[in-house]
């Protein structure tokens, strides 16, 4: 039978636990949809690739946008997603923007999705993925 400071130290132990590491959402690429598809008569694309933070860590990102532009420079939604998700999280979004003709960039913060990282930084190095996606696009 534990101590009452042993489940003490152990309920506070699964409560930092459940802030700075909570579940991961774990999705393969097949989750993200086809590579390549029509939508209103168009068609898109979507573009995989990685960056590295300043932590040195890898952040996994996808970008959808036309396969062919009209417009060299089409405004661009970098999605950010929420706690204890991934850039699965914008898919809903996608069909309104894309029909405004609005590209979207969504990624998997560190510690998230597909990204590397065993915790998540609750919001103090996000600015720092945030500067590198924007020199990106």
């Known amino acids: 039978q534990p101590s009452y400071y042993q489940m003490a130290k152990q309920g506070y132990q699964e409560l930092v636990n459940a802030i700075i590491r909570p579940p991961r959402c774990e999705y393969s690429e097949q989750h993200l949809g086809p590579s390549h598809f029509n939508f209103c008569g168009k068609g898109f694309k979507r573009t995989d690739f990685d960056v590295r933070n300043p932590r040195n860590l890898k952040v996994c990102c996808s970008?959808?946008?036309?396969?062919?532009?009209?417009?060299?420079?089409?405004?661009?939604?970098?999605?950010?997603?929420?706690?204890?998700?991934?850039?699965?999280?914008?898919?809903?979004?996608?069909?309104?923007?894309?029909?405004?003709?609005?590209?979207?960039?969504?990624?998997?913060?560190?510690?998230?999705?597909?990204?590397?990282?065993?915790?998540?930084?609750?919001?103090?190095?996000?600015?720092h993925v945030s500067y590198i996606l924007i020199f990106l696009v």
């Open 63 to 127: 970008h959808w946008e036309p396969k062919e532009r009209a417009n060299p420079a089409l405004p661009c939604l970098i999605y950010m997603h929420g706690n204890s998700s991934s850039r699965l999280e914008c898919l809903p979004n996608l069909s309104m923007l894309l029909s405004l003709g609005i590209t979207v960039l969504a990624f998997d913060f560190a510690g998230s999705g597909c990204s590397e990282g065993a915790y998540v930084s609750l919001g103090t190095k996000y600015i």
